[in-house]
Nanobody, 115 residues
Framework: QVQLVESGGGLVQPGGSLRLSCAAS????????MGWYRQAPEKQRELVAT???????KYADSVKGRFTISRDNAKNTVYLQMNSLKPEDTAVYYC?????????WGQGTQVTVSS
């Protein structure tokens, strides 16, 4: 069973930065595609960024140039570096592990961008 534990959320002013971390249990991390999704109040969950086992990355247009996804296979951890944060980035951020037809989700971490 895979467990994902996110950390690093919080309150930040517009223009600020945060780094989210997601630690995975189990032994399939290094062969899995990892991703970050977010869900704002009364909105659907949306893709933020993904990174494959080969480290190919993909970003939502709204975060390109501001967010960077990375992974450390030795630590079973995926990161999301978020810079130049905007109020519209406020949401609960979820970590995702995808392998074949299976998806696993973390519990989510709140990111609030406000002055």
């Amino acid at each position: 069973q895979v467990q994902l534990v996110e950390s690093g959320g919080g309150l930040v002013q517009p223009g600020g930065s945060l780094r989210l971390s997601c630690a995975a249990s189990g032994n399939i991390f290094r062969i899995s595609r990892m991703g970050w999704y977010r869900q704002a109040p009364e909105k659907q969950r949306e893709l933020v960024a993904t990174i494959t086992s080969g480290r190919t990355t993909k970003y939502a247009d709204s975060v390109k140039g501001r967010f960077t996804i990375s992974r450390d296979n030795a630590k079973n951890t995926v990161y999301l570096q978020m810079n130049s944060l905007k109020p519209e980035d406020t949401a609960v951020y979820y970590c995702n592990l995808h392998l074949s037809a299976s998806d696993y989700w973390g519990q989510g971490t709140q990111v609030t961008v406000s002055s």
